[in-house]
């Protein structure tokens, strides 16, 4: 997948060195890498909970929302080189048959039914070290992601006016 190769190459070409920071850096440029799903940090006691929302018609089908916090999971992992174990996963749709491959892959709780998707980390995984760091890739990378959020937000134009004003309501 397009969107997870990417978030791969940034987290694994920065100098990030910790799990917890490459998720800040996910949140942050989430709508960078797309803009149909928001993703938030909410830090809990002893957890931190990556929480999705997904405004658009669709994308809050069952599958989706599998997809997606698999995704996340996986590549959690990834860079981590760490077989991380949630404390939970919230799904917003409600369970219908068997969740046996969802049990086998998240191997923690699953909560259907809830208000919002979200995947819910131990503190401590947050201290996970990222592998194969490069310091100037991050560097370009970050900076790239600042100028696309910016041209989102700012524009002299009536169509850049137009798409601020939009995409600062969302």
Known sequence: DILQDEFIDWVQGSHLLQLGVALQRLTRFSWVLNDAVQC????GPQSVAVVESAPR???ELRQAIDYRLSALLNVCRQITGAEIVPIEVAFTYEQ???TLEHQRFFRCPLRFGQPMSKLVFHE?????PTRHSDEALAGY???LAEQVLRSLTTGSTTKERVRSAIWNML
């Not at 938030?40 to 830090?43: F, G, Y």
């Not at 401590?124 to 996970?128: F, I, P």
């Open 40 to 43: 938030a940090l909410e830090p």
């Open 57 to 59: 018609q669709g994308l």
């Open 96 to 98: 219908r048959g068997n």
């Open 124 to 128: 401590q995984d947050m201290s996970l």
């Open 141 to 143: 990378l970050t900076q």
